[in-house]
């Protein structure tokens, strides 16, 4: 399926790489009052990820970009580390992260099997 079809995959992703960069931005404030992190160090990583975050969205549809995605999501895991909370929440946006590509595709696929089943009855009655 070419890149342009994936429409439901991009906005499926990009919501959840959005929310995600907001939880990202709240972590980083909680985490600046229980951690031993500077708050340099700690608004350092957490901007890069929520940048990250949102400069994704707009290359959804490059090959790569479900993989760093996936770094991404793994990276939000690790952050429990740092925020013990982070560990679940990581584990809930995996599965966003999941859902959205894995359901993402099936929604593109269906769209594009009527779209050729559509221009299949049409080519018929103009013969």
Same mark, same amino acid.
Do not use: N
């Given at each position: 399926?070419?890149?342009?079809?994936?429409?439901?995959? =991009?906005?499926?992703?990009?919501?959840?790489?959005?929310?995600?960069?907001?939880?990202?931005?709240?972590?980083?404030?909680? /985490?600046? =009052?229980?951690?031993?992190?500077?708050?340099?160090?700690?608004?350092?990583?957490?901007? #890069? /990820?929520?940048?990250?975050?949102? @400069?994704?969205?707009?290359?959804?549809?490059?090959?790569?970009?479900?993989?760093?995605?996936? /770094? @991404?999501?793994?990276?939000?895991? #690790?952050?429990?580390?740092?925020?013990?909370?982070?560990?679940?929440?990581?584990?809930?946006?995996?599965?966003?992260?999941?859902?959205?590509?894995?359901?993402?595709?099936?929604?593109?696929?269906?769209?594009?099997? =009527?779209? #050729?089943?559509? /221009?299949?009855?049409?080519?018929?009655?103009?013969?």
């Amino acid at each position: 399926m070419a890149a342009s079809k994936l429409a439901a995959v =991009r906005t499926l992703c990009s919501s959840t790489l959005i929310s995600e960069a907001m939880v990202i931005g709240f972590a980083a404030l909680v /985490a600046m =009052r229980l951690s031993h992190v500077s708050a340099a160090t700690l608004w350092s990583v957490s901007g #890069a /990820a929520m940048v990250l975050c949102v @400069l994704l969205c707009g290359v959804l549809s490059r090959k790569g970009a479900v993989a760093i995605g996936w /770094a @991404l999501q793994i990276a939000l895991i #690790a952050s429990g580390a740092i925020v013990g909370m982070m560990y679940p929440l990581g584990v809930i946006f995996a599965g966003l992260w999941w859902a959205s590509v894995h359901y993402g595709r099936k929604i593109d696929t269906i769209k594009a099997a =009527r779209a #050729a089943q559509a /221009a299949e009855a049409v080519v018929p009655a103009q013969a």
